[in-house]
């Protein structure tokens, strides 16, 4: 179990790492020592959701972190972070975060804290309804 | 009234694997490492920093039952319950290069925040380290 744990924790950093490039399931599945099926399974029981569900989130997550303290463009945010179709980021943007980049840019910026714990909490959840917002 | 954080503590899964990572690899210096009978009390620090210690402790009886321990293990080892040290340094990308070079886990590249360049590792264990050299913060 801990062995299993520990390598399928190492494909998941591997997500974190390449989240702009597509989703290599196959090479994800090496790093865990495990066959693509297996992997798809242990990853979504291990963690609570499947492999492209979490690189969803770490994208939207990043999406999040560049509205809020770059000025670029929605359709440049989208881009970086490894969506090639503004529609399909628009529409996940929406369904986990409850709002859209352009409103969701509009409750400023955040505080310099380290990014990588600002990346754990502000990563929209996946195991519960996007929230409902109020007006920013 | 306080004068210092003193100790700090990572659960770890075999202490001599940790001994070998985090002073072989990180480059950390052990401060102390002494059998007390009841636990093996190990801990590492900086090299030229005597304050600051990490304890590597082993979860596990007495100190909480085996169901207990096979919780925490199964916790830290996908990252849930993984202490996160943070550590500095003079020179990120260096020290980056290094650590490849050595076979660490990276979480992520070195990058450049708003405070100074930081990037991630992991324990062999789970426990995620960031190494960061800090910008200068104006007085």
Redesign the interface.
Known sequence: MEDTNRRLLRARDAIDRRYREPLAVEHLASVACLSRAAFIRSFAATFGETPHRYLQRRRIERAMYLLRTTDRSVTDVCMEVGFSSLGTFSRTFTEIVGESPSRFRGRGRVDDVPSWFVGRWTRPSTFGEAPERGDP | MYNAISRSQVYV?DQDQALYFYVDTLGLEVATDADLGFMRWLTVRVPGDPVREILLERPGPPAMDEGTATQV??L????ACAGSL?LTTDDARATFETLRSRGV?????P?E???GI?F?I?D???N?I?I?QMFEVPA
Do not use: N
Request: no cysteine; charged share 40%; glycine share 16%.
């Open positions: 899964l293990r199964e830290l080892t996908k990252g943070f886990d990276i979480t992520d590249e990058a925040r708003p405070y930081d991630g992991r062999p264990f789970g995620h960031r960061g």
